[in-house]
């Protein structure tokens, strides 16, 4: 069996991209961070399925509509996060003072129908950082153009970020730039953590498809290989940026690297190795956050060697071979960016609705 401190003695951090009730309340959360787990990443499918798949948070939704009948759907479904939010991050307080503060965090991500409005984005990252009132949670903020203009400010402001739904280099590079230009106005740079999230499994999902509608010998072998190289290619970029002027001045001052954080990284194909997206993107200063059954398939047969790095000549030679065919990757990072934003809008959109219905459920009240 792989061991994530394995993983963690290769300089990379593994989070758990799931919560619940359940899983804080039985000590699971405490049994994952004793092998290895040192953060957790949220989203509003995770909170539908966990809020609307059980009744565990029934006594909570309860007790919220007796205190307060005027309750909306928003506001319960907030009170609902923060309190799971506060809990996770209590519960993994111990690694974030174990690392002095370089990992044990918790993200929250703010409503995506913000996605492309900086300013509301900004109002609502500062209203849920006040609600969880923890030093170890980052708030998601989606890597839109907009996202990454508030993502500034609020950098800026001394508040955590985690920078979400990033498909392409060119746009991780804009977050670099942000990074470095919001923690320069920081009063105290030294304080305030990061994580750019880089979506994987997702851009091959896109690309195969491209590549079987060619079916050529030269299509078919970049098959399953796309993703991967785009991941390295970013974590290539992440290293040569460290050395740029304006950020190497930051981290001279004491401020943490953003870490590039691999997303997306279970694996939709049933061809592929279900660890693929584990296995080759592992390396220094790196984030890889893990579904359960992607978690407990890597802990069942996974192998934990730096490999983020490897055969960096064949990864752009592979991601060259892409315009001869006729595949423009920028084109694909900025249809995964719509479609993803648009998934997550649908997903808080569901999460309300069954926030609404669980309300009309178990307190006779149906939320606004």
Request: hydrophobic share 45%; charged share 25%.
């Amino acid at each position: 069996m792989a061991s994530l401190h394995e993983l963690n003695r290769l300089g990379q951090s593994v989070w758990l991209d799931f919560i619940d009730r359940n899983l804080l309340a039985k000590g699971g959360l405490t049994r994952l961070v004793e092998a290895g787990v040192s953060g957790v990443t949220t989203n509003p499918t995770i909170f539908h399925k966990a809020i609307t798949g059980s009744g565990d948070y029934d006594a909570s939704i309860r007790a919220l509509i007796e205190r307060d009948p005027a309750m909306s759907a928003e506001q319960v479904t907030e009170a609902l996060m923060v309190a799971d939010v506060q809990a996770a991050a209590d519960t993994l307080h111990p690694v974030y003072e174990r690392t002095s503060g370089a990992d044990g965090y918790v993200s929250l991500e703010v409503p995506p129908d913000l996605a492309f409005d900086a300013q509301g984005t900004v109002r609502m990252a500062h209203q849920l950082w006040q609600a969880v009132d923890r030093r170890n949670v980052m708030i998601k903020v989606p890597g839109t153009r907009e996202g990454v203009e508030a993502f500034e400010t609020l950098t800026a402001d001394g508040i955590n970020v985690n920078v979400t739904l990033l498909f392409a280099v060119s746009r991780y590079e804009e977050v670099v730039q942000a990074w470095a230009r919001g923690l320069a106005r920081a009063s105290q740079p030294q304080t305030v953590a990061s994580v750019a999230s880089f979506f994987v499994s997702r851009v091959d999902g896109k690309v195969d498809k491209q590549l079987d509608a060619i079916a050529s010998p030269q299509a078919q072998a970049l098959k399953g290989r796309i993703a991967i190289a785009n991941a390295r290619w970013a974590y290539e970029r992440f290293q040569a940026l460290r050395r740029d002027p304006a950020v190497a001045a930051l981290l001279q001052r004491g401020a943490r690297p953003q870490r590039p954080l691999w997303a997306s990284t279970s694996t939709k194909n049933p061809a592929y190795r279900d660890v693929l997206y584990v296995e080759t993107l592992i390396g220094a200063d790196t984030v890889n956050t893990l579904p359960p059954d992607t978690l407990d398939a890597f802990l069942d047969h996974g192998e934990a060697r730096a490999t983020i790095s490897q055969d960096m000549v064949r990864v752009h030679a592979d991601l060259a071979a892409l315009r001869p065919l006729g595949i423009d990757l920028d084109a694909v990072t900025a249809e995964l960016e719509r479609e993803g934003v648009a998934s997550f809008a649908d997903s808080w959109i569901k999460l309300l609705e069954g926030v609404k219905a669980k309300c009309a459920e178990v307190a006779g009240v149906p939320a606004r």
